[in-house]
């Protein structure tokens, strides 16, 4: 079993330990000299190491490591522009006599998929729209085997088991809290615009049973879930005999709730449920990244740098605020 987990790692601690590489690259740094460039990971997180002056002699074995491997480092904890980091001293690949539990090193999402996929496949039952209940139906229906163990991103947010399953659950939970609010919403359209919105992540992300992404495919780099998302819709309304009319709305939800053009929407939404959609997806990405931090953070001390929350650095009370 593992003695220490990333959440534990403190700055200035040495130890040896086992953890699941994540991605891993030989390259040269500004002094000519090779080093090993690995992230890291296990149940609890991700986290950059470095084997610094990698010698030719040591590249054949180094060469044999894989993402996904299981490996047994002694490193020391650092901390590099407000993050911890791992400076590895020794490297080797797991061998079957250490015993290590491969779950012990995935991610995954905190209920089980086909709970969530039966609670997402409820939410659709309890639409009245036949055009939107059909479409919601047909797009889980074909995607099942994939939902249940699809991460939700190659990295950050819901990067996890069972996390596009997870990312889509608590959005239409919160979707379906807000229409109780803002009674000019119509459910069913939220419902199917989160079931939608991201589900082409799983044709633009490479990732295996274990739901550990090994990057974007051929698609997903030169298009992007968003225009794949659209692309899907269009074929399917075809198919289902959806009014046109319809068919836009929907690829209008997909290709809007990244919002700006800098992260890939070429329009902003024009309709009250697509605007939600942007918001629900942004509320629970921001939720998970901060819940993330803050788990690997103890009481009275702040977190390391998180990126996607434009660098911050998050506190964590001493007191109760449950």
């Known amino acids: ?94 061998v079957e006599q250490d015993g290590q539990e491969l779950w012990d090193f995935i991610k995954a999402a905190p209920e089980k998929p086909q709970d969530m996929y039966g609670y997402i496949c409820q939410a659709v039952e309890r639409m009245s729209d036949s055009d939107l209940k059909a479409l919601s139906r047909r797009i889980l229906e074909d995607n099942r085997e994939q939902l249940m163990y699809y991460p939700a991103a190659a990295k950050n947010h819901h990067s996890q088991y069972g996390g596009l399953l997870y990312h889509m659950k608590r959005m239409i939970d919160m979707g379906e809290r807000a229409c109780l609010v803002y009674r000019n919403l119509k459910r069913d359209w939220v419902v199917c615009g989160v079931i939608i919105h991201d589900m082409e992540k799983i044709r633009e992300i490479d990732s295996n049973e274990l739901g550990i992404a090994s990057g974007y495919s051929f698609e997903g780099q030169m298009l992007g879930h968003l225009v794949q998302g659209v692309k899907a819709i269009d074929r399917l309304a075809v198919e289902l005999n959806v009014p046109r009319e319809k068919a836009i709305l929907l690829e209008h939800m997909i290709l809007t709730h990244h919002y700006e053009p800098e992260f890939g929407s070429p329009k902003k939404p024009l309709f009250p449920e697509a605007e939600l959609l942007h918001y629900l997806d942004m509320i629970d990405a921001k939720m998970f990244d901060m819940e993330a931090a803050l788990a690997a953070t103890r009481p009275g001390e702040f977190s390391d740098r998180v990126w996607t929350l434009d660098n911050r650095k998050l506190y964590k009370p001493t007191t109760d605020t449950e």
Do not use: C, H
């Open 1 to 94: 079993m593992k003695e220490f987990y990333i959440n534990q790692l403190e700055t200035g601690m040495e130890f040896q330990d086992f953890f699941m590489v994540k991605a891993i690259a030989v390259k040269v740094g500004a002094n000519k000299k090779q080093y090993l460039d690995l992230t890291l990971g296990d149940g609890t997180g991700e986290i950059s190491a470095k084997k610094w002056d990698v010698a030719d002699a040591e590249l054949p074995s180094l060469n044999e490591i894989k993402e996904g491997d299981i490996i047994k480092v002694k490193a020391g904890v650092t901390e590099w522009n407000g993050m911890r980091q791992l400076r590895i001293f020794r490297i080797r690949k797991a």
